[in-house]
């Protein structure tokens, strides 16, 4: 049995003080050693949240019955005892700074659910830490204004479930003034930005812009210390799965609050592209939702059509006939799926039967075979409208045997539209078009094609000279317009939705972001096996899509739900993919490590294991089984 001295560093005695010298043995276990360096401080304490950090090995030793053997430490091991919380500054979605004790030792997983528990988040999974991108300030900004930042270190919680007030507010939160005011700032919409805060903020450019933004997120699997996160260092907290789960406004408020904040800076600063007209939709909302969150405090109450954020964006319920007259012009494009031009359509005859199209020549031809027939359960359905253009299009992404085949249907009117976009989202999801709640599903997306559509007749005497256009906009608009140009077009646009509350004025936007074409996807530069040049692979919640960098075009697009097994090879950091119908793929990654890409996918694919049922319920080990990997070391 082997005896020596152990050095260990305490972070009690201070930064400069000596190591502590301890004589051990090789079969002592872990707490004994803490006991011994703790007796030999002579500092009387709690040290409950103290444990050893192995510095050469980037290693907590966190099992306390473990002997040194076990560990395999030395004399010459490096050690320090210190505490497993530390103060940690947390950029949030709304711009808000909080400084709070995190977890340094465990997981960067379970160190989110704590905070998330102690802001009253649910479904922390949802969301990740996040590196701050550097900026490089200018000599002029030498002198800006600090960071303001909200000190909550001494907010503590139970283990438990969040005990609310009658108002909604957590307990631990209600403690004193200056904690219930950080509080409404998490829960309420701040105001608009300044127009210049919106065009110093960096803005990503180009698909490597985007890509570089993904790939500083942290791994879920390892703890803040192991991945060179410090004491005091500036994180970001952010949604990094966009498949929002249980969304219930009753009990949600700080997440659908940050949900808002993170989806308008995502607007904001040209993260996910809007038409003109989407835009002057989304400045509305922001003019409405700013100026109803500067009124009296509200508790936000769920209402029956919006319990669930997904239910109100896909769950569009649809009793239609065997046959529906239809004058639909239609566009197929080949089996990949490129962006066309589209300079041309061709009229023919459709009817939807159970989850299938079938399309013909003419009314007439249509009691005889089709000429064709798709199949739209695990399609991909989304709007492609513009209601100032009269454009109303629905885009099909059709999965096939080498990819995804890409339809347009282009509707007559609004009506035509609505049918038909109601039965292709529920067909998507294999229901049949026998359901009850058609004609309420149909007026449904026909108010929000409303809230789209301009109406100069009305009386614009509400016009707000105080209005701030643009901070509502994003800084293209700013270049392409005047003040007095974009005001009567988003004061047109408010006029159809000043009426909402402000629960109902947060899932609109919402509901309007979601539906947006790029909304969703996680972008990374990668090599695929046997090319030569880099191409991107964008991550969205159910698929992945494979995109030409230079010209930005999808060459192909995989299901999840054909996805038969991934694997990577962590000692040439490369992912294999294999899909049914013996389609393979294989890549390495440029921007970002294997992880980051192998974790975005094992975590979506953990997403659709959630039930309503067991929403509070949440199985770690599952998700680290998915997501966790098993690097070469």
């Known amino acids: 049995m082997a005896a020596w001295d152990l050095s260990v560093i305490v972070e009690e005695l201070g930064p400069e003080a000596p190591p502590l010298k301890v004589s051990v043995t090789s079969d002592l276990h872990i707490g004994g050693v803490i006991f011994k360096i703790v007796e030999k401080t002579q500092i009387k304490k709690d040290w409950s949240d103290h444990a050893l950090w192995w510095e050469q090995k980037q290693q907590w030793l966190l099992r306390p019955s473990w002997t040194l053997e076990k560990y395999e430490i030395h004399a010459d091991a490096r050690l320090s005892l210190t505490s497993q919380h530390k103060p940690l500054r947390l950029g949030l979605p709304n711009g808000t700074t909080l400084r709070l004790q995190a977890c340094f030792s465990r997981p960067v997983f379970q160190t989110v659910m704590g905070v998330c528990h102690l802001l009253n988040l649910r479904h922390p999974e949802e969301l990740s830490l996040l590196r701050p991108m550097e900026v490089k300030k200018k000599k002029k900004d030498k002198d800006t204004e600090e960071e303001v930042v909200y000190d909550l270190t001494g907010l503590r919680t139970s283990s438990g479930p969040a005990h609310t007030l009658s108002n909604g507010m957590p307990m631990h939160f209600a403690d004193s003034p200056q904690t219930e005011a950080v509080y409404k700032m998490l829960s309420v919409s701040l105001p608009a930005p300044a127009p210049e805060t919106i065009t110093k903020m960096p803005r990503p450019t180009s698909l490597v812009d985007k890509a570089q933004v993904h790939s500083r997120w942290l791994d879920s699997s390892r703890s803040l210390l192991q991945q060179g ?164 299009c629905i885009r099909l992404l059709i999965p096939g045997a080498e990819g995804m085949n890409e339809v347009y249907l282009r509707c007559e009117n609004d009506l035509q539209y609505s049918r038909w976009m109601a039965a292709c989202r529920l067909a998507s999801k294999g229901k049949t078009l026998a359901d009850s709640s058609f004609s309420s599903e149909v007026q449904n997306i026909q108010s929000f094609l409303a809230m789209q559509r301009t109406n100069p007749g009305a009386n614009t005497a509400q016009t707000d000279d105080s209005i701030n256009t643009y901070s509502l906009v994003s800084p293209r608009y700013h270049k392409k317009y005047k003040a007095k140009q974009l005001t009567p077009r988003i004061l047109e646009a408010y006029q159809n939705v000043a009426q909402l509350p402000l629960t109902d004025a947060l899932l609109r936007f919402l509901q309007i972001w979601q539906g947006l074409p790029d909304f969703g996807v996680s972008y990374f530069v990668v090599r695929f096996k046997g090319c030569r040049k880099d191409e991107v692979l964008g991550v969205t919640n159910n698929r992945l899509i494979r995109i030409d960098l230079s010209i930005g075009d999808v060459v192909k697009t995989w299901r999840y739900n054909t996805m038969r097994q991934w694997n990577v090879n962590w000692d040439i950091q490369q992912m294999a993919i294999e899909f049914n119908g013996n389609v393979n793929i294989a890549f390495s990654c440029v921007t970002a490590t294997c992880k980051v890409v192998h974790e975005y996918i094992g975590g979506y694919i953990f997403m659709t294991t959630r039930i309503k049922e067991q929403a509070e319920v949440l199985n770690q080990e599952l998700f680290f089984k998915l997501t966790g990997g098993h690097e070469a070391i």
């Open 229 to 392: 996160v410090q004491e005091h260092d500036r994180l970001l907290l952010r949604f990094k799965y966009y498949c929002f789960h249980d969304l219930d406004p009753k009990y949600d408020a700080v997440r659908l609050t940050q949900l808002y904040e993170q989806a308008r800076w995502a607007i904001l600063l040209e993260d996910v592209d809007c038409t003109e007209e989407e835009m002057m939709l989304f400045a509305a909302l922001q003019y409405h939702i700013g100026k109803v969150s500067l009124s009296e405090p509200q508790p936000m109450t769920s209402c029956p059509a919006m319990d669930d954020l997904d239910s109100a964006l896909q769950c569009l319920e649809v009793k239609m006939e065997a046959e529906e007259s239809i004058t639909a012009d239609m566009l197929v494009s080949p089996s990949e799926p490129k962006r066309l031009t589209l300079k041309g359509y061709k009229q023919f005859w459709f009817t939807f039967n159970n989850t299938s199209i079938s399309y013909y020549k003419s009314k007439e031809e249509s009691l005889k075979e089709p000429i064709q027939q798709m199949n739209l359960k695990g399609c991909e359905v989304a709007p492609d409208v513009s209601v100032a253009g009269q454009k109303f």
